[in-house]
């Protein structure tokens, strides 16, 4: 209903001009060649406020997304990504490091994370299994995607609940064995799982850096709980 309306919008106004146009060329009254303006120039105005609503709505739309991120990576995520970065062996990135860096540093740390290892396939799979855990999530933002229409978001979470699920299955047929060792004897199914643990550590740090550039106080208030998580969780398996 809203694009036949833009449509109609749209037509009219060049139809009044065009009407004055046709006027003016019957008359040679010059008078008529302003009143055709005016419509044009009503429709571009019109078009500018538009587009300026719609940006401002996109980016009020965006900052709700990154509270909702900021409650939901400070509990029912936590320990996925702080498993993700305890089983990362190359970047070398911490969480003590995240909330110590600048902002220049973050952006670089997010730049060399283009490229991830992990320490082995046994190291991977607590992290596998968290995103198992954390399925609701991932569903949940899946759902926000579509309210806030945010396409590339709902896409990467489609991608994520099909990967779940290959896990789910996996692990119903294969009771007891490691997901892990599967993937590594089959290079697609590695691939994806690269990809999405991999992702994982980047759009963590695509957080960080836009908390530390927006909400530095926020900024550092999460990454001193993770932190503080990845500590405890450290002296635990010690202990």
């Known amino acids: 209903m809203k694009t036949l309306k833009t449509v109609a919008f749209y037509t009219a106004f060049p139809a009044v001009s065009a009407v004055f146009l046709v006027i003016e060329h019957l008359t040679h009254i010059e008078f008529f060649l302003h009143l055709a303006a005016i419509p044009i120039e009503v429709m571009v105005a019109v078009f500018i406020v538009e587009k300026l609503l719609e940006r401002k709505e996109k980016q009020d739309k965006r900052r709700q997304l990154m509270f909702i991120k900021s409650y939901m990576f400070r509990s029912d995520?936590?320990?996925?990504?702080i498993a993700n970065f305890e089983a990362l062996k190359s970047p070398a990135v911490t969480m003590a490091k995240i909330r110590a860096a600048s902002l220049e540093e973050l952006r670089r740390m997010r730049q060399e994370a283009e490229k991830v290892e992990y320490k082995s396939p046994e190291d991977m799979e607590p992290v596998i299994m968290e995103?198992?855990?954390t399925q609701h999530v991932w569903k949940s933002f899946m759902?926000?995607?579509?309210t806030y229409n945010f396409e590339g978001i709902f896409h990467d979470m489609i991608y994520i609940l099909h990967f779940i699920y290959d896990v789910q299955t996996f692990k119903d047929s294969n009771p007891?064995?490691?997901f892990m060792s599967e993937a590594v004897q089959n290079k697609t199914l590695l691939a994806k799982v690269m990809k999405v643990l991999g992702d994982g550590i980047r759009r963590f740090l695509d957080y960080a850096v836009e908390l530390k550039e927006k909400q530095p106080p926020m900024f550092d208030d999460v990454l001193a709980d993770y932190e503080l998580a990845s500590r405890l969780k450290r002296i635990?398996?010690?202990?």
Request: no cysteine; charged share 30%; aromatic share 16%.
């Open 176 to 178: 007891g064995r490691l």
């Open 236 to 239: 635990q398996f010690d202990a």
């Open 143 to 146: 759902e926000r995607a579509i």
């Open 131 to 133: 995103y198992v855990r």
């Open 77 to 81: 995520m936590r320990n996925l990504f």
